[in-house]
């Protein structure tokens, strides 16, 4: 099973900061299969990016992803006060899939 | 419009069982990627299942042999039986589709189920 360890755990930012998120898998995962989501409380998850980069329909492009191998990255250019919510990222290229155990981004 | 509308969830004894429905709109279950990702409270996301729409099944390591994911395709729903449960099968239960443009990331989500699993 493929572990996905996601840094840090809290990132306590002010609105208009930059944000960057860490995904760091135990072994090498597929770009294509490698997705971010955020979830607000009392909501289900929603799709930011698939493939590590590409953004989901209706994504800003203050978000952007990045990585390959084992590291990946999710960026938020410019912190909004909606922006503010816990974020995990999932493999699904090997079974079984799995999702880290998400960061917190909490206003500063 | 794509839509995802689980129930079954309560409460349940611990070692009873319980099925889950996921009812769907707007597409035909049996022609995608289908999911069950649950959340323990507090706790972070835990991906739990998935029928492929060639019929394949997989199982996260915690629930493999207790729980069978299955789909009925004449009422377009998926469900997920769960035998055996234990306290830590507590959660909100999400189903999910993947969608195919989107490197078959899950793109659509339920609001989710909640099971309790106490004495």
């Known amino acids: 099973e493929i572990v996905l360890t996601q840094s840090p755990g809290t990132l306590s930012l002010s609105p208009g900061e930059r944000a960057t998120l860490s995904c760091r898998a135990s072994q090498s995962v597929s770009s294509s299969y490698l997705a971010w989501y955020q979830q607000k409380p009392g909501q289900a998850p929603r799709l930011l990016m698939y493939g590590a980069s590409s953004r989901a329909t209706g994504i800003p492009d203050r978000f952007s992803g990045s990585g390959s191998g084992t590291d990946f990255t999710l960026t938020i250019s410019r912190v909004e006060p909606e922006d503010f919510a816990v974020y995990y990222c999932?493999?699904?290229?090997?079974?079984?899939?799995?999702f880290g155990q998400g960061t917190k981004l909490e206003i500063k | 419009e794509v839509q995802l509308v689980e129930s079954g969830g309560g409460l349940v004894q611990p070692g009873g069982s319980l099925r889950l429905s996921c009812a769907a709109s707007?597409?035909?279950?049996?022609?995608?990627?289908m999911s069950w990702v649950r959340q323990a409270p507090g706790k972070g996301l835990e991906w739990v299942s998935v029928?492929?729409?060639?019929?394949?099944?997989y199982y996260a390591d915690s629930v493999k042999g207790r729980f069978t994911i299955s789909r009925d395709n004449s009422k377009n729903t998926l469900y997920l039986q769960m035998n055996s449960l234990r306290a830590e099968d507590t959660a909100v239960y999400y189903c999910?589709?993947?969608?195919?443009?989107?490197?078959?990331?899950?793109?659509?989500w339920g609001q989710g189920t909640l099971v309790t699993v106490s004495s």
């Open positions: 999932q493999q699904y290229g090997s079974s079984p899939q799995t």
């Open positions: 707007g597409f035909t279950v049996s022609s995608n990627y």
């Open positions: 999910a589709r993947s969608e195919r443009g989107y490197n078959y990331a899950l793109v659509y």
């Open positions: 029928i492929y729409s060639g019929g394949s099944t």
